[in-house]
């Protein structure tokens, strides 16, 4: 770094001295510029960090605690992944016996999960909520993990031969997955609508959730 005197006169006619540090670094060139680009980093950093966030968004709906990581970082991977492991896995659970490939199920699941979500976010902005519409659509895509376990659960219990006491027990995973869906939107959620419209915004969140969670009931059905 270069120290540069400089001189000059003041308004009464006196020398006005002082020292100007140019900084002589290589780089100098680069300043003004963000010391960090996504464009230049290998692929694979990029997936990995986008997995993280993912994960850890997963990790906050598990254990709903922390309200503001879902709203600040949205995305919409971990609702699509969600979305399109339910659709797979129960696309077939109904067609085993008929020559129908399936097909209008996954869609089905598609229609609800993403027409669904738009139609309760679009329910909270009417009611005045403080949030944007993709902030909704993230918290109501990542909430539906507890489904999604359930769905999992319920899929394992299928596997043995089925009696009444199983059917309970899948009727009460599935519940048990929905209560959890329900009440993890409402803690991110729950903030963003006037205290007189809280009631108005979380019956088409509980409707919206009670019905993937009875698809993941009576889609399993064989």
Known sequence: MNDTKLEMFDDVGGFVEGEMSIPTNKNTQNIGRPEFNTLDEPIRDTILRDVKAVGIKFAHVLFPKEKKTLLKEWDLWGPLMLCTFMARILQGSSTAGSSNDGGPEFAEVFVIVWIGSMVVTLNSKLLGGNISFFQSICVLGYCLLPTTIALIVCRVILLFEQTNLLFFLRFTVSMVGFAWATYASMVFLGD???????????????????????????????
């Open 192 to 222: 963003s609508q006037k205290p007189g419209r809280k009631v108005l915004a979380v019956y088409p969140i509980f409707l919206f959730y009670f019905i993937i969670s009875w698809l993941v009931i009576s889609y399993t059905n064989t």
